[in-house]
């Protein structure tokens, strides 16, 4: 067994040995000026990082806000069709498409294109696919 002291030596040298072999720091002169060339790199490599970082905020924020060309409504069935009445812009759509999973009277969310606007046809939404369903439409069309 060791005694206490043999402890209390050898913590003792060791911090001794420690400091023995530590370094004083000492400020340097560079005779060109401060921060030449190496300083320039890291500047550079900063503002990259920067850059990078507000851009990657920027297109998360807009990914997470945007949902394409969607729209969520209420899906009623009329004699020209299913049509989407859309909480969104408070219109009223014929859709065209893949409608064959959108049943009446649910709340989907519908992504797809918008039809250009002819005066002759109501407007028309293209149902590329269904992407959520909601549940049955809670107040009536």
Known sequence: MKSPHQSIIARVAVCALLMAATVTAKAQIVAEGPCIGACKSQVIGILVGIAAGGAALGIGTYY????????????????????????GDLQTYSLVGEVADIKPGERVRVSGKKEKKNTAIPRQFLVEKLTKVYGTCTAAP
């Open 64 to 87: 997470a806000i945007h949902h394409g060309h969607s729209l969520t409504g209420c899906a009623v069935s009329s004699p020209s069709g299913l049509q989407l009445m859309s909480q």
